[in-house]
Nanobody, 125 residues
């Protein structure tokens, strides 16, 4: 069993920055791929970013490329999402998730077995 706890959300003005953290418990963290998703009111959960177990391979949804950076510290069992140049359309609840296999198609929510409770990010214009 893996438990995930996100933190770092909040209210920020457009153009500002936030760093989300996701602390994981469980022995599978260092061998798992990790993802960030977001869900705005009335919308489906959307893939944001993914990082492989080593941290060497990452990819992003086009709308955040060049603005967001996903990283991980396996010694701390933590994955991060650095968000810069935030826009009002980035407003959503952000979730981290674990793919213990590391080999699934990472843009689908169904590829992930464990989810955090979410953290709210609100970007004002």
């Amino acid at each position: 069993q893996v438990q995930l706890v996100e933190s770092g959300g909040g209210l920020v003005q457009a153009g500002g920055s936030l760093r989300l953290s996701c602390a994981a418990s469980g022995r599978t963290f260092s061998s798992s791929a990790m993802g960030w998703f977001r869900q705005a009111p009335g919308k489906e959960r959307e893939f944001v970013a993914r990082i492989d177990w080593s941290g060497r391979s990452t990819y992003y949804v086009d709308s955040v490329k060049g603005r967001f950076t996903i990283s991980r510290d396996n010694a701390k069992n933590t994955v991060y999402l650095q968000m810069n140049s935030l826009k009002p359309e980035d407003t959503a609840v952000y979730y981290c998730a674990v793919d213990p296999t590391g080999i699934r198609r990472g843009v689908l929510p169904s590829s992930y077995d464990y989810w955090g409770q979410g953290t709210q990010v609100t970007v004002s214009s």
